[in-house]
């Protein structure tokens, strides 16, 4: 991760003799209330301003719509101009003794009065004229950043928030601007989920508190459905093929059943599972899926950790990427200008939430740049204790602790980074697991044939023409009695008789075709330890459509009896 990016591609103006270009979005969205998407949009969108880019804010909160106030300017809907109406008098010395007759309201001249509240809209946009019920676009005061309020929270009679929602998206796709912030508010509202996933660049805050973290894996799995739902509908309606239509037809029936519940990654085990012919579109779109957030008013150190330990859990339990972008600090000066209608960029720039916020928006003109760099990921297969403690196959041993360490922290039990992910029974016996990866990895002789078993080697030039020399008629299938002690020329024959190739067995039971050519062997220094040798045995049996019990208790009791030191060592 980086938060180097050149500011000056964002300064220059559009290049001259081209027509304009379609703004760049840019959505922020939240947990719940308060957890600072106004405070991030009005300040990223100054940020943007403030490098020449034509910038505007959009309101789109359905519930709380609030940016006005951090841009430090009147609410643009208005209201309508107030003019005190003048008191009446009596007159004692009448003497008709008829009062004095009240002015009409609309005759009072007197408009400049101080109890006046006057609200001048700025020019709506003469190229986007705004909808019905719908404020116009209004200057801010910075230069170069405009305010939208799109109205959602106050719909016209008649009207859905879910309609005018789609239909500001297809207004602000044709705006004269660089840069559209959209402050989305909270909720998981199809119309709020499409913007979200159509966006150029996204950010979503929340808090370090138990419902906004739950509030964001919730966030996270309702984008994911909702993004593989509309995956599987384009690819139902190119499709001509009646078995891929009936496939998606019963995944889409899935989702509407299991709900936004449903973990992505435990949608594709049931998938894969099934053997459902979607599968490997789902994987797809669960390694595609990012959602960038920070973590808004910090205080302890516990909560500046608390954003790496969520992506780690993330990843853990919903199989898809939570990239942490930052944090902002706890700051009493972003109330401070809250209240008196300044911007914070603006009126303290120097402050810790100030600079927080810059960094978050350098890290996201790089995403939209393409120069972001997500943090490395070990390279191992998955569900091994390499994978639950996130190291790679040669971390030392002081690195095996420190990875430990940290997962026992995420995992423990009250942990706020758990929370809306696991129960208590899945925490178990995920901690029980992490202390096997630990002692395992931490024992050189469990460590290393485990690590055998698991990162096989790639096979030689020489078990190339193995491979190669296999080709051909097949032999005789040899003849086998409930005596029959099996070696590994017995199933070398077997296999060959049957013209199985060991590449074939080793992607049906992921054992290296180095050690099945040791098996084959009886290359007892090519071979992990007993344990794992009669592991591989049974599986290589199960694939031959023999006994696997009988066959690894006599392969494996031949092979202690010819090498007694092997079996005494490993003893």
């Not at 009062?99 to 020019?123: I, K």
């Not at 599987?232 to 519940?261: F, K, M, T, Y």
């Amino acid at each position: 991760m980086t938060d180097e990016v050149d500011l000056e591609l964002f300064r220059e103006p559009a290049p001259e003799g081209e027509g304009p270009t379609a703004p760049r979005l840019m959505v922020i969205g939240g947990a719940k209330g308060g957890t600072g998407k106004s405070l991030l949009a009005a300040n990223l969108a100054i940020y943007l301003a403030s490098l020449g880019r034509r910038v505007v804010a959009v309101d789109a909160d359905r519930i709380g719509a609030n940016l006005h106030g951090f841009l430090g300017v009147p609410h643009p809907a208005g209201v309508a101009t107030y003019t005190p109406p003048l008191p009446s008098f009596a007159s004692p010395d009448d003497e008709d003794g008829e009062t004095q007759e009240t002015l009409p309201f609309d005759d009072v001249e007197d408009t400049d009065s101080d109890l006046a509240l006057v609200v001048h809209p700025g020019p709506a946009d003469g190229t986007n004229p705004p909808a019905p019920g719908v404020p116009g676009v209004v200057d801010t005061g910075v230069r170069g950043l405009r305010l939208l309020h799109a109205g959602l929270d106050e719909p016209a009679r008649g009207e859905s928030t879910r309609r005018r929602r789609r239909d500001l998206t297809e207004r602000l796709t044709k705006m004269d601007a660089d840069w559209i912030v959209i402050d989305i508010g909270a909720g998981l509202d199809h119309s709020l989920l499409d913007l979200w996933l159509d966006a150029d660049v996204h950010l979503f805050a929340t808090l370090p508190e138990p419902t906004a973290v739950e509030g964001t894996y919730r966030f996270v799995r309702a984008t994911f459905l909702r993004r593989l739902r509309r995956l599987v509908e384009q690819a139902v309606a190119a499709s001509d093929d009646s078995a891929i239509a009936e496939a998606g037809a019963s995944l889409l029936e899935r989702l509407e059943q299991e709900g936004r519940a449903l973990p992505p990654l435990d949608l594709l085990r049931k998938l894969r599972a099934e053997g459902h012919p979607l599968a490997d579109q789902v994987e797809q779109a669960m390694e595609e899926h990012d959602t960038f957030f920070v973590v808004n008013q910090t205080r302890l150190r516990a909560d500046l950790e608390l954003g790496e330990r969520m992506a780690s859990a993330a990843r853990r339990r919903l199989g898809v990427r939570l990239e942490y972008l930052g944090y902002v600090d706890f700051d009493d000066t972003v109330w401070n200008c809250l209240r008196t209608g300044r911007p914070l960029l603006i009126e303290s720039p120097g402050t810790k939430a100030s600079r927080s916020i810059e960094k978050i928006a350098r890290r996201l003109l790089s995403l939209a740049a393409g120069k972001y760099r997500f943090a490395p990921q070990p390279t191992v297969p998955l569900a091994t204790h390499h994978d639950l403690l996130e190291i790679d196959r040669g971390a030392t041993d002081e690195e095996v602790r420190r990875a430990a360490k940290r997962a026992r922290e995420i995992y423990a039990p009250g942990s706020l980074a758990c929370v809306g992910l696991f129960d208590e029974t899945g925490l178990e016996r995920l901690r029980a697991r992490l202390e096997e990866a630990h002692d395992v990895l931490l024992d050189p002789a469990r460590r290393r044939p485990y690590e055998l078993s698991v990162f096989p080697p790639e096979p030689t030039q020489a078990s190339t023409r193995e491979e190669e020399a296999d080709e051909g008629p097949r032999p005789p299938p040899p003849v086998i009695t409930p005596e029959t002690v099996f070696t590994g020329a017995l199933l070398r024959a077997v296999r060959l008789s049957k013209g199985v190739r060991l590449k074939e067995i080793s992607q049906k039971t992921k054992i290296g075709v180095s050690f099945l050519q040791a098996i084959e062997g009886e290359q007892v220094r090519h071979l992990p330890a007993q344990v794992y040798i009669r592991g591989f045995v049974t599986e290589v049996a199960k694939f031959l459509g023999l006994d696997p019990e009988h066959v690894s208790r006599t392969y494996v009791r031949r092979l202690e009896k010819n090498h007694p030191e092997r079996a005494g060592a490993e003893g």
